[in-house]
């Protein structure tokens, strides 16, 4: 809800999933699932493989007609109505590609599929690779170009039509930096020009820089929602996390233990939370050096969408 001259205006979901339930045989895949997308926002949806984000982005979709809820898209039931399966555009996982047509010859034949027509075309091809800045590339065959390359076109792909509603799943899985700067580059213009993006995504680190709101589901529940930023906040306060390099020994267990450090991800790497903010650094460099551990290097940065969810996770299980 935005402020206007005579009062707040009401900004109107483009998306608007309510309490939408799914199963497979005995399996519940989706529990009561509610969720908005406006325009001009992206929007997050995360959690593990099993979670329900598939099923769920299927039912966004109109490819899965859900067992109890609704899903509409600009008020309209995505399974049953073109008209609203019109407004969405849809960059799965798998590429939806013809390798053997050049990037221009593909984005031609996507648009006609969309129903654009003659004139219309054109500018809607050259608008779609000036965003996901593909046009460099447009006389080349799809199969000569990298994986990154071949997201960004699978994108501009699904804007040709002008969506009000993008959805993504996984856009930058594989992808090498410049592909992942190109995307996150276009998902922010296209917010800009009002489209509402749904972005689907193990990614958490993309999703904290890029997303307006996050959503996370977990056993086909939502078990947390809001902009990452005030998530983080709420539930670690002035805690920091610590993380910090070594020489990989058997001998260093002990003293990183003692410290109260768990594996990081990558080998070497030894993680904590701290209230002792960034002055942490040097003094638990000294200790763990007197204890025998080679200390390569030590990173204070706040706590991250990674740090949140493993705790939303933990506290779930233990509940």
């Not at 809800?1 to 009062?7: F, L």
């Not at 959805?167 to 922010?188: F, H, K, M, S």
């Not at 990173?299 to 991250?304: A, I, L």
Request: glycine share 10%; hydrophobic share 45%.
């Amino acid at each position: 809800m935005n402020p206007g001259p005579s009062g707040p205006i009401l900004i109107v979901p483009i998306l608007e999933v309510r309490d939408v339930r799914h199963a497979f045989g005995a399996r519940q895949a989706l529990r009561g699932v509610s969720l908005e997308v406006r325009p001009h926002e992206i929007y997050a949806l995360l959690g593990p493989n099993g979670a329900g984000k598939t099923t769920l982005a299927r039912a966004i979709c109109g490819r899965l007609r859900p067992d109890g809820g609704t899903v509409r898209i600009a008020g309209r039931d995505p399974f049953r109505d073109g008209e609203a399966r019109g407004m969405l555009g849809l960059a799965p996982q798998a590429l939806a590609l013809y390798p053997q047509l050049t990037v221009a010859e593909n984005l031609q034949t996507f648009a006609a599929l969309a129903g654009l027509k003659g004139r219309a075309i054109a500018p809607a091809v050259a608008h779609a690779m000036d965003v996901t800045r593909t046009a460099e590339r447009g006389r080349s065959l799809v199969r000569t170009l990298s994986g990154g390359f071949q997201r960004r076109v699978n994108i501009a792909a699904a804007i040709l039509a002008s969506p009000k509603l993008l959805v993504l799943d996984e856009p930058t899985v594989g992808v090498d930096l410049a592909a992942r700067d190109a995307i996150t580059e276009a998902l922010r213009r296209l917010r800009g020009e009002g489209v509402g993006v749904l972005l689907v995504t193990h990614d958490l680190d993309q999703a904290q820089c890029l997303a307006d709101r996050v959503g996370f589901l977990k056993d086909g529940e939502k078990v947390l929602e809001g902009d990452p930023d005030a998530l983080i906040a709420a539930s670690f306060g002035s805690q920091v996390e610590v993380e910090v390099d070594v020489e990989p020994s058997d001998a260093e267990v002990a003293g990183l233990d003692a410290e109260g450090l768990q594996h990081g991800e990558t080998p070497g790497t030894w993680t904590c939370l701290s209230s002792e903010g960034y002055a942490l650094a040097g003094p638990l460099a000294e200790r763990l050096t007197a204890r025998g551990v080679v200390v390569r290097e030590i990173r204070v940065r706040r706590p991250s969408l990674q740090q949140l969810f493993a705790r939303v996770a933990e506290t779930r299980r233990a509940a």
